[in-house]
T-cell receptor, first 119, second 111 residues
Framework: GAVVSQHPSWVICKSGTSVKIECRSL??????MFWYRQFPKQSLMLMAT?????????EQGVEKDKFLINHASLTLSTLTVTSAHPEDSSFYIC???????????????FGAGTRLSVL | GQQVMQIPQYQHVQEGEDFTTYCNSS?????IQWYKQRPGGHPVFLIQ?????EVKKQKRLTFQFGEAKKNSSLHITATQTTDVGTYFC???????????FGKGTKLSVIP
């Protein structure tokens, strides 16, 4: 089955530093990737939609200058949390939708997630 | 915007009992998907339903999509300890690939 690799799985950083999270589709091409944030015991909240070769689309309330998204290739999207603060501590999960599928097929394959702790 | 409500939030069952979680959307969906997330893990795709009134089965799991394409359910027959986790429904509207997730139902199975 389709595999999405997300790295790192766990990161601890000091307040004010930036953290980059990578999301790779290993065995398929993904024109669209999604970034979610999940707080403990809560559901997944979509942060942004990342489209290969174009700017990401951010959900309302998500600061685009805070969460920089780059989707430079069909297999890689990155999320950079800039100047991280303790309130940014969370579980960040990416997902990828396989390119070339018929319109009715909307399966998203999820990465294993990145647990960010900002001290 | 689109909202997806899911109930119950928690469910504790004895092993062998059945379990059902329900999902309701504020708008008509083009498709609905179900995911399972184990504690400490990430969501894993279970199934996608596209057609009105569709019913799909995976062993002990039965998934239904309502006639109006606004509600869905997941039913597990004779639960096992391996069924433990949080089950999320997620829907997308016409012309969109974005998924709106329900809050999930956390299933605990007492051996």
């Amino acid at each position: 089955g389709a595999v999405v690799s997300q790295h790192p799985s766990w990161v601890i950083c000091k307040s004010g530093t930036s953290v980059k999270i990578e999301c790779r589709s290993l065995d398929f091409q993904a024109t669209t990737m999604f970034w979610y944030r999940q707080f403990p015991k809560q559901s997944l909240m979509l942060m942004a939609t990342s489209n290969e070769g174009s700017k990401a689309t951010y959900e309302q309330g998500v600061e685009k200058d805070k969460f920089l998204i780059n989707h430079a290739s069909l297999t890689l999207s990155t999320l950079t949390v800039t100047s991280a603060h303790p309130e940014d501590s969370s579980f960040y999960i990416c997902s990828a939708r396989e390119a070339g599928l018929a319109g009715g097929i909307n399966i998203q394959y999820f990465g294993a997630g990145t647990r960010l702790s900002v001290l | 915007g689109q909202q997806v409500m899911q109930i119950p939030q928690y469910q504790h069952v004895q092993e062998g009992e059945d379990f059902t979680t329900y999902c309701n959307s504020s708008t008509t969906l083009s498709n609905i998907q179900w995911y399972k997330q184990r504690p400490g893990g990430h969501p894993v795709f279970l199934i996608q339903l596209v057609k009105s009134g569709e019913v799909k089965k995976q062993k002990r799991l039965t998934f239904q999509f309502g006639e109006a394409k606004k509600n869905s359910s997941l039913h597990i027959t004779a639960t096992q300890t391996t069924d433990v986790g949080t089950y999320f429904c997620a829907g997308s509207g016409a012309g969109s690939y974005q998924l709106t997730f329900g809050k999930g139902t956390k299933l605990s199975v007492i051996p």
